[in-house]
């Protein structure tokens, strides 16, 4: 079985650009979760979907970051603007369901300029 | 303050010593995930443990939710057990709450 996969590995981005990341989860997930990673701040959770259903739409994050799930095997997160404080790894998991054991994907590196 | 408190923040080891990892919790953790960040980035699944323990291969990982706090060991380093180590707590909410990380390096 595939695991969770995400496109782009890498992305360069100028400042005030739109960036989409994507994600495939696991065959079968029914929850999707998308991370942010820096050295100061660790894992932050951005977004969690449930069945698509968005249950979390990352509070501090809503302003610029905007998750999308419109089937069960594919979600978005777009960053609009883009601000060089955003350069991080971002990072997709999927679950078999509510409290499961997450699966994470390789993630994306994100660096703006 | 944290709500997972992991400990030790950094660890070097001789390759085939043994070692234990721990997390301490501020909240009422069900569950407990450890992973390893490999030096490539990737974040690989070592246990997700209700209350009890489980062992493999050289893992062993305790979670004991009434005195709060997870352990993980490790037994006979190897090279390829470097990395660094997070574990995560599940809240009432079900969402992974987690650990600032133990930074592992295993010396030849």
């Known amino acids: 079985d595939a695991g969770v996969t995400q496109t782009p590995r890498h992305e360069v981005a100028e400042k005030g650009q739109t960036i989409i990341l994507k994600c495939e989860p696991v065959?079968?997930?029914?929850?999707l979760f998308w991370y942010r990673q820096t050295k100061i701040q660790g894992l932050e959770l951005l977004s969690y979907?449930?069945?698509?259903?968005?249950?979390?739409d990352g509070g501090a994050f809503k302003d610029r970051f905007k998750a999308e799930m419109l089937n069960s095997s594919f979600s978005t997160l777009k960053i609009q603007p883009t601000e060089p404080k955003d350069s991080a790894v971002y990072l997709c998991?999927?679950?078999f369901g509510t409290g499961a054991e997450q699966f994470f994907g390789p993630g994306t590196r994100l660096t703006v300029l | 303050g944290d709500k997972v408190k992991q400990s030790p923040s950094a660890l070097s080891l001789q390759e085939g010593t043994n070692s234990a990892l721990r997390c301490n919790f501020s909240i009422a953790a069900t569950t407990v995930q450890w992973f390893l960040q490999n030096p490539r980035g990737s974040l690989i699944n070592l246990f997700y443990l209700v209350p009890g323990t489980k062992e493999n291969g050289r893992l062993k990982s305790a979670f004991d939710s009434k005195e709060s706090y997870s352990t993980l060991h490790i037994r006979d380093a190897q090279l390829e057990d470097s990395g660094t180590y997070f574990c995560?707590?599940?809240?009432?909410?079900?969402?992974?709450?987690w650990g600032s990380g133990t930074k592992l390096i295993i010396k030849p």
């Open positions: 995560a707590a599940g809240d009432s909410n079900y969402q992974l709450i």
């Open positions: 065959s079968g997930h029914n929850d």
């Open positions: 979907f449930r069945s698509k259903s968005l249950m979390e």
């Open positions: 998991a999927s679950s």
